[in-house]
């Protein structure tokens, strides 16, 4: 028996999964796909890895940093020097620096909607977001029927919109004002989720994202309590300890975690019933809609042009994207995002 029993493998399943072993625990780490990395997913191309899945590294994500310093894992900075294109409404602009300083633009209330949702999330304890002064009101809003109040700037509100595909991969309309406020405090400020210099595109991990998942159960994988293409079917909880069952095997632990997402592990039968708020979350916390491409080219012509790569339109169907070179230069490449409906 084990003492515990992680189901998944992305980055929330290992981490608890070397936690707990280096704690001295007995633990199984079982995932259903026949690879580690979850949402993480990095494709070798010759000498070199691009991520297919996220890939950034935070200038406030340290505890990642931490990860990254004990398996002496390296990063490089998001390359964005030039000029940045911002196509809305059928107009251009162009600045540099950091997309929420938008620094060569003229964009009415813009800033003013930033201020706000930033003051509007600092009334919120990220714990317990239900207990907000006005949660009620803002549960019951759409973020699009919130912007379309406060923020009748067109240009402005299509920016906040633009932002909500990129961070949630859904349209503003599918989320409510009370969930983005919580996500935007979570993180301490709209700048710090929209930026690269000290926000969420910081960095780059040589050698691609997904050796963080790998490298976090090395420690598993000689003792064979690493299961891999092994989906749960069912995880029944008796008087002393807990039974999961999988397509090949039946194991037992005194405590499961399940570190994957909700929709995904709603398809798990759990006996008895889990409570119906956290079935009703499960049914209702859809996951979001993102496509992510990679391009590679033989030059950086954009640099040659003065151009960073980064570019912004809501025209579609790319709506982002980044100079996805390599480290050294020796490989270029520009990754673009659609998300929201157009994915």
């Not at 072993?21 to 633990?27: A, F, I, Q, R, T």
């Not at 000498?47 to 490089?76: A, C, E, M, P």
């Not at 050796?211 to 090395?218: A, C, G, K």
Request: proline share 4%; glycine share 8%; aromatic share 10%.
């Amino acid at each position: 028996m084990y003492d515990v029993i992680v189901l998944g493998g992305g980055l929330a399943g290992t981490q608890a999964a070397n936690v707990l072993y280096e704690s001295g625990l007995k633990v199984l780490l079982i995932e259903a796909r026949d690879r580690l990395g979850g949402r993480t997913e990095s494709l070798q191309v010759e000498d070199y890895w691009f991520d297919l899945g996220g890939q950034w590294v935070g200038g406030t994500h340290d505890i990642l940093r931490g990860v990254l310093k004990k398996y002496n894992i390296s990063t490089f900075p998001q390359v964005d020097n030039g000029t940045h294109v911002l196509e809305i409404n059928g107009k251009k602009h162009y600045y540099s620096g950091n997309i929420s300083s938008l620094n060569e633009t003229n964009l009415d209330g813009l800033y003013r909607t930033i201020d706000t949702i930033d003051k509007l999330s600092a009334t919120i304890d990220p714990s317990q977001p239900e207990r907000a002064e006005r949660a009620k009101e803002w549960d019951h809003q759409t973020v699009t029927e919130w912007l379309n109040i406060n923020t009748p700037e067109k240009e402005s509100r299509a920016i906040v919109e633009w932002f909500i595909r990129v961070c949630l991969a859904a349209e503003p309309h599918e989320i409510s004002m009370l969930y983005f406020l919580m996500f935007i405090r979570q993180a301490g400020k709209y700048a710090l989720l929209s930026d690269i210099h000290g926000g969420a595109q910081q960095d780059r991990i040589i050698g691609g994202s997904q050796q963080i998942s790998e490298r976090l159960v090395d420690c598993l994988k000689n003792t064979n309590n690493l299961k891999l293409s092994e989906p749960v079917r069912s995880i029944i909880n008796e008087k002393d300890y807990v039974v999961v069952k999988t397509d090949k095997a039946m194991y037992s632990a005194r405590y499961v975690i399940v570190a994957i997402p909700p929709a995904l592990a709603s398809r798990i039968t759990y006996t008895p019933p889990l409570p119906s708020k956290r079935d009703e979350l499960s049914q209702r916390m859809f996951m979001g809609s993102v496509l992510k491409t990679v391009i590679l080219y033989d030059e950086p012509f954009w640099r040659k042009s003065g151009y960073s790569a980064e570019a912004i339109s809501d025209t579609g169907p790319i709506f982002i994207c980044y100079d996805d070179s390599s480290h050294d230069d020796k490989k270029y490449a520009i990754v673009g995002f659609i998300a929201g409906s157009a994915a």
